[in-house]
């Protein structure tokens, strides 16, 4: 099946860098790509809907000057967490459908990046 | 999409059926029965999905009530490896590209 791939899979970072992620979707194209997050013993919240070649959707409650989403080709979306703080900690996930209009497609999940900001 | 509950946590003995049950009673006629699974430290995979008919594949089948109000989702044999949190998501098939929404889920053990 499709797979999609993130990078890095951890990354611990100093209160105040910024941290960037990327999301590559394997063996299609996706012109929209998924950002989640998730905190210990919690669920998955989804953070935007990224959209490629024009600006991501996010949702309420996530600042998006603060989680930049770029969506630059079919393939690849990133996600820059800007002056991280230790509360940005999280476990990020992103997602991709090999999505055909009018058929029920899987949604594919990356295994996800844990950052910890210290 | 319509609301789904699920117990919080359940446990099963290894090598032993597991049935996870989910209640979707305001599920509309074009919602699509999903379910994921999450294990520890990674991102969800998908597992299953119906409409009307009981599925089956090679992870799991899928048992939907006649009225559609609740399903369970049947492992045949649970290993130590099916250890992982299973959300039951319900998706319009009308949503086109929209992304699934997760409820808590319910936390599956799996004793040796």
């Known amino acids: 099946g499709a797979v999609v791939s993130q990078h890095p899979s951890w990354v611990i970072c100093k209160s105040g860098t910024s941290v960037k992620i990327e999301c590559r979707s394997l063996?299609?194209?996706?012109?929209?790509m998924f950002w989640y997050r998730q905190f210990p013993k919690q669920s998955l919240m989804l953070m935007a809907t990224?959209?490629?070649?024009?600006?991501?959707?996010?949702e309420q409650g996530v600042e998006k000057d603060k989680f930049l989403i770029n969506h630059a080709s079919l393939t690849l979306s990133t996600l820059t967490v800007t002056s991280a703080h230790p509360e940005d900690s999280s476990f990020y996930i992103c997602?991709?459908?090999?999505?055909?209009?009018?058929?029920?497609?899987?949604?594919?999940f990356g295994p996800g990046t844990r950052l910890l900001v210290l | 999409d319509a609301k789904t509950t699920q117990p919080n946590s359940m446990e099963s003995n290894e090598e032993e059926p597991v049935h996870l049950p989910c209640n979707h009673s305001?599920?509309?006629?074009?919602?699509?029965i999903h379910w994921y699974r999450q294990l520890p430290s990674q991102g969800p995979e998908y597992v299953i999905h119906?409409?009307?008919s009981n599925v089956n594949n090679r992870m799991a089948s899928l048992a939907i009530a006649e009225d559609r109000k609740s399903s369970t989702l049947i492992l045949h044999r649970a290993t130590l490896r099916d250890a992982a949190v299973y959300y039951c998501?319900?998706?319009?098939?009308?949503?086109?590209?929209?992304?699934?929404?997760f409820g808590k889920g319910t936390r599956l053990s799996v004793i040796a």
């Open positions: 997602s991709a459908r090999d999505w055909v209009a009018g058929v029920q497609e899987t949604q594919y």
């Open positions: 063996d299609f194209q996706a012109t929209t």
């Open positions: 990224s959209n490629e070649g024009s600006k991501a959707t996010y």
């Open positions: 305001t599920i509309s006629g074009t919602d699509y």
């Open positions: 119906g409409l009307t």
């Open positions: 998501i319900l998706r319009d098939k009308n949503s086109g590209n929209t992304p699934l929404v």
